[in-house]
């Protein structure tokens, strides 16, 4: 959500890439990952039924905009959060915050779950711009807290890149059932449960490029967003099982020299937010899957630590 017209910039620190090359494998389609977590707006468009059929597939859920601030409500959120729930796909909705007090924060809570869609799954502050003029930041946070708990007892969220959460929110954030932190560069140093690693996640439906984000916590599972038990075939592992140009690492991950993923054989080791690229993908006769590199390296195809 910090890319776009309305959105603050982050600077990017470089990004390690490995060579990318093709083997024998490269002919092979890249199928969708199916664990894309993506935020849409209406820079997105209106969404067609096609579009979202194809989206079902390739999301775990959506988290969609319904307002930037009391007095504009996105163009597109009422039609497209429809198209979602009747496709089945769960989704959260989000208000981009533009209060300027206590008072003004309360209102927009109570504007926000007003238009908002019933059926969404959870609701977020998206607090990334400092526009309060009348009492602290905290206080202004804390006061569309209370309003949207009074208003719902859905889980709600609170987004906003790490820098600025601490300097403007370190204290209200706590309140929230979750915290969501935008950090394009590393992995969050602050709790966080879901991470927006990146606002360049191709999505196949929409043909373009969106925000995307992962699940940090681990005792905050997919399942924790969207509602309902976690169920024994959830908790296991999922991989990509077809070659894919590349991935990028959401946890830190080792490139080893051989095919058994022994800490002998860790040769490289990539943190968390690079960008891998791949040559081959195969798979174990237990069932799992790995990524080879152009140059002979192998690592995790589990979707738990790439995206």
Do not use: C
């Amino acid at each position: 959500m910090i890319t776009g017209k309305s959105k603050i910039q982050l600077f990017l620190l470089p990004i390690l890439t490995i060579l990318l090359s093709f083997s024998l494998f490269g002919a092979l389609k890249a199928s969708a990952s199916t664990t894309i977590i993506p935020d849409i707006s209406e820079w997105q468009g209106k969404l067609t039924n096609s579009q979202v059929a194809k989206l079902k597939d390739q999301v775990s859920f959506i988290i969609n905009r319904r307002q930037y601030g009391a007095n504009y409500q996105d163009k597109y959120a009422t039609s497209n959060t429809n198209l979602y729930t009747q496709n089945g796909i769960p989704f959260g909705e989000y208000d981009y915050a533009t209060f300027t007090s206590a008072a003004s924060a309360k209102n927009e809570a109570k504007v926000f779950y007003q238009n908002s869609n019933k059926n969404a799954k959870f609701y977020v502050l998206d607090y990334e711009e400092n526009d309060v003029t009348s009492g602290s930041t905290n206080a202004a946070v804390t006061a569309w807290y209370n309003e949207m708990r009074s208003l719902t007892s859905k889980k709600l969220v609170f987004y906003s890149y790490q820098s600025f959460a601490t300097a403007h929110a370190n204290t209200a954030r706590k309140n929230f059932d979750a915290q969501w932190i935008a950090n394009y560069s590393s992995k969050p140093t602050i709790q966080t449960d879901l991470w927006q690693y990146t606002n360049k996640k191709y999505v196949p439906a929409l043909k373009e490029s969106v925000d995307a984000s992962t699940i940090l916590n681990s005792s905050k599972p997919i399942t924790w967003w969207i509602g309902g038990q976690q169920s024994e075939s959830a908790a296991q592992p999922t991989y990509f099982t077809d070659v894919v140009p590349s991935v990028t690492t959401t946890q830190k991950i080792y490139l080893y020299d051989s095919t058994s993923f022994k800490k002998a054989n860790r040769v490289v080791t990539v943190n968390a937010g690079t960008k891998v690229s791949v040559s081959a993908i195969h798979q174990r006769s237990t069932g799992s899957y790995y990524f080879e590199t152009a140059d002979g390296r192998y690592f995790t195809a589990n979707k738990n630590y790439v995206q």
